[in-house]
């Protein structure tokens, strides 16, 4: 039973473009279906990395941007207690 799965215009183009490369290293004819499903079940097959992918990605900062932040902190000489924040943030 064949589904109908709804894509982007650029995406739906990368798709025909890699149908074609295939068909031209390969001499073999495959459908947009056959590729998705090689897809999906390389996906499943990688699950972690596929996972991964979708992770928000962050950028770790530099030894010098970590002190340039930390130098730019300022000890006002007044200890702050879990209370103290709780009573300005909670009355």
């Not at 183009?13 to 295939?22: G, Y």
């Not at 992770?55 to 970590?66: A, D, F, G, L």
Request: charged letters at 35%; zero cysteines; hydrophobic letters at 30%.
């Amino acid at each position: 039973m064949a589904t109908s799965v709804k894509m982007d215009d650029d995406t739906k183009s990368r798709l025909e473009r890699l149908q074609a490369e295939i068909r031209l290293k390969t001499g073999r004819k495959v459908t947009q279906q056959e590729i998705l499903a090689r897809l999906v079940e390389n996906a499943i097959e990688s699950k972690t990395d596929l996972v991964d992918s979708f992770r928000e990605k962050r950028v770790p900062i530099s030894q010098t941007e970590r002190e340039t932040f930390h130098g730019g902190m300022v000890s006002s000489g007044t200890t702050t207690s879990e209370e103290d924040i709780d009573d300005v943030l909670y009355g």
